[in-house]
């Protein structure tokens, strides 16, 4: 079991993640003001994070670059989960530390695949 940090600013989407995470036997934890990623992150401990893009201030791209600048979380795997479908978003993630990329609307098995991959990675 893993225990990941969902930052999406739609609660219908962290909802529905917390529950397919549950189902995946993961503890999942969401926030859905992107400001408070860090402060969330300290009191979790995630194993893994899943980041939307497309948020108020912060925007996905720049809490990536802070997660990333904080040593805690240099190494803590960053999945994006967006509807950003283009080249130049996905250049930029992962260009500010993003391990992934997942475009909305996307298939569980997928989420779950990219989350087995790299839950062991982070050593």
Do not use: W
Request: charged letters at 25%; glycine letters at 4%.
């Amino acid at each position: 079991m893993a225990k990941i940090l969902i930052v999406d600013d739609d609660v219908h989407a962290t909802t529905l993640l917390e529950k397919v995470l549950a189902i995946k036997g993961h503890e999942a934890t969401s926030v859905n003001e992107s400001a408070e990623t860090i402060q969330v992150a300290n009191s979790t401990s995630p194993d893994l994070i899943l980041l939307d893009l497309m948020m108020p201030e912060p925007n996905g791209f720049e809490v990536c670059k802070m997660l990333r600048a904080d040593p805690n979380y240099a190494k803590i795997p960053i999945v994006i989960v967006t509807a950003m479908d283009d080249n130049e978003s996905k250049e930029t993630a992962y260009g500010a530390g993003a391990n992934d990329y997942l475009i909305k609307p996307f298939r569980i098995d997928a989420l779950a695949q990219a989350i087995e991959a790299l839950i062991g990675q982070t050593d």
